[in-house]
């Protein structure tokens, strides 16, 4: 056996020097492909050249060469993707499905392929795409399997990052102070007031007065003041500063120590406004923090607008209220990202009209306790914010919670995601007497006109098919009375579209009357004059279809010309002013007299008859 099983085996050999010579460039693009490697990978391999073949023998011994070293890094890649990894202890853990036995014949040393023939080559490299596929369900599964944790893993990584961010804060300050008192200890930062004034002897006789002491002192406790971030003693030393500084009424310019004492002042005034621009820096900063309290907040931009400006302190205000607002949206789950549906829009346009308004409304309180509305300019600039907040939440509305989702799911939850951010508008506008919902509206309006055109042409579409249907089918029938159904319930009963009709127009009337207005009123004018338009159209062509040379019908539907005039002028007259009489008191009527009167007319002339 042994003797038969090496001939079969020099006779493959043959066999595969045979194919290298006829194909090799087409096994060496074999293997990449079906192991899942690139041809860079095998860039390594050594590809002799056909000059350096002189034998047929040395020729198949050298492919077999190369069928070794690519089945090698085969299992070098296999091993990688497999989750062979060194543990803390030195051992290694296996993906679960790989057996040691499968995993052993691919170990570095343990793969013989001198007495392969191609054959058996191709039946390894087969195998070795399956423990690959294998291997990569199995990393599938755990991924699976984890992925809970590893989201409640990441909520924590990210409540421990904001914990650090809050310590990295505060010895940021505690650094800062350190280095603020560490720099006013020096020599060199205790007479820094007085370095241009010691060049002459009135400056340093005026240095060695209690009054240029006074100074000196008066501007290191305020140096020492804004280091330890005691911001309401450092106002009060700079309010004392700048009083001390200030140029006296009347100067006489002829006196020359009326000219030294001007340009002392001014030194003074400039080292003033070198330490109202630190102090400046240092309420900027705590105004800004996303950690400081809203009471912390208030009282620093107060002594911001009390030592800089009004205005400067509101904008960095209004600029703090910005920011957190922006870190709160994007913290919102977005539907998308949560697999999508109605309930996820829904929630989304719920919690970010929540984020939104609640945000405008704190900063309108922070305003309102800081300013006391004794400015206002500064009420229109924050009208002005306040709007643009405005349109923020209705970019986002329209991104994420009605383009995407509400769109395709129809008017319904289009409108109540509307009505979920004009909710929290409007109880913002009742409470801070602000006038937001104008330009809310204005922006959310064009998404729902699309969805409600959608919905009308759906309509129109659906009551040419129907009519089409129904007229078909009575001119089929057989045994029809000739006596004509009476009432609406009756003709309803014989023309089921007329009945959709009206239900479709009243719950999209009930639909949109939430969000009524002059645009929605125009919108449903137009909508229902074509609808019904529409359906006198399909109820003529649908007669028209079955009508015979001479003008006649047949006998079904000839003894229902009557019946359908009174179904359509019901409708006109009754019925539709009846399913949008919900819009009357806000927008008026929406039903087109005229233009029904015409569309009767019409049919009738086409049945052959006058309208009533």
């Given amino acids: 056996m042994s003797i038969r099983a090496s001939s079969h085996q020099r006779s493959g050999s043959r066999a595969s020097v045979t194919s290298v010579r006829s194909g090799s460039d087409h096994l060496s693009s074999k293997m990449p492909e079906a192991s899942g490697l690139s041809k860079e990978s095998l860039s390594d391999a050594e590809s002799p050249t056909l000059a350096a073949y002189p034998s047929r023998k040395e020729r198949g011994a050298s492919k077999l060469k190369i069928f070794r070293k690519s089945a090698v890094k085969l299992a070098d890649d296999l091993g990688r993707k497999s989750g062979y990894k060194a543990g803390l202890t030195g051992g290694r853990e296996r993906v679960s499905g790989l057996t040691q036995q499968q995993m052993a ?21 087969a195998d070795l795409a399956a423990l690959d ?56 930062s205790a007479t820094r007031s007085t370095a241009h004034e010691a060049s002459s002897s009135s400056a340093a006789e005026w240095q060695e007065s209690p009054e240029g002491q006074n100074w000196a002192e008066g501007l290191e406790d305020l140096d020492i003041a ?65 950690n400081t309290k809203a009471g912390e907040r208030r009282i620093s931009a107060a002594l911001m607008a009390s030592a800089i400006s009004k205005a400067w302190a509101h904008q960095q205000l209004l600029d703090a209220h910005t920011a957190q607002l922006r870190h709160q949206q994007e913290a919102l789950s977005r539907p998308q990202n949560a697999g999508g549906g109605h309930a996820d829009g829904t929630e989304y346009a719920s919690a970010v009209s929540q984020v939104s308004f609640r945000g405008v409304a704190l900063a309108a309180n922070d305003v309102a306790a800081v300013f006391q509305r004794d400015a206002p300019e500064l009420s229109s600039l924050f009208l002005v914010w306040a709007l643009q ?68 042409r759906r309509l129109n579409d659906d009551l040419k098919r129907e009519a089409a249907a129904e007229i078909d089918a009575l001119a089929a029938q057989s045994g029809v009375s000739q006596g004509a159904p009476a009432g609406w319930t009756g003709l309803v009963l014989l023309f089921p579209s007329a009945g959709h009709f009206i239900d479709t127009v009243k719950s999209t009337v009930d639909t949109i009357c939430p969000l009524a207005g002059s645009k929605a009123a125009q919108v449903l004018r137009k909508g229902i004059s074509d609808a019904f338009q529409t359906y006198t159209s399909a109820l003529t062509a649908g007669f028209q279809k079955h009508q015979s040379p001479d003008g006649s019908f047949p006998y079904n539907l000839d003894v229902l010309v009557e019946a359908v005039m009174e179904l359509t002028s019901t409708a006109a007259e009754q019925q539709l002013p009846e399913a949008t009489a919900a819009l009357v008191p806000t927008c008026g009527s929406v039903c087109d007299s005229a233009a029904f009167g015409n569309c009767l007319d019409a049919l009738g002339t086409a049945l052959g008859m006058q309208s009533a």
Avoid at 396 to 416: C, F, I, K, S
């Fill in 226 to 290: 804004i280091a330890e971030r005691r911001c309401s003693d450092a106002v009060q030393l700079l309010r004392k500063a700048e009083g001390d500084c200030a140029h006296p009424q009347s100067i006489d310019w002829s006196d020359p120590e009326h000219q030294t004492r001007y340009d002392r002042i001014e030194q003074q005034r400039e080292q003033v406004s070198q330490r109202r621009a630190e102090l400046g820096s240092v309420l900027e900063s705590q105004v800004r923090d996303p």
């Fill in 389 to 456: 907040e405005t349109q923020r939440c209705a970019q986002l509305l329209r991104q994420h919670a009605l383009t995407p989702l509400a769109v395709p799911g129809g008017l319904g939850p289009t409108v109540h995601c509307c009505m979920l951010a004009l909710l929290y508008c409007t109880a913002l506008e009742t409470s801070h007497s602000l006038m937001l919902s104008p330009r809310l509206m204005r922006d959310l309006w064009p998404t729902c006109e699309q969805v409600l055109h959608k919905k009308l």
């Fill in 133 to 188: 596929a294998d291997c990569a369900e199995q990393i599938r599964k755990t991924v699976h399997d984890n992925y809970h944790q590893f989201i409640q893993t990441c909520q924590g990584i990210a409540r421990l990052e904001g914990e650090m961010q809050a310590m990295r804060a505060l010895l940021g300050n505690s650094s800062t102070i350190v280095a603020a008192l560490r720099e006013i200890a020096t020599p060199s």
């Fill in 105 to 125: 014949l691919y170990e570095p040393g343990s793969l013989d392929l001198q007495g392969m023939t191609e054959k058996g080559i191709d039946q390894l490299r």
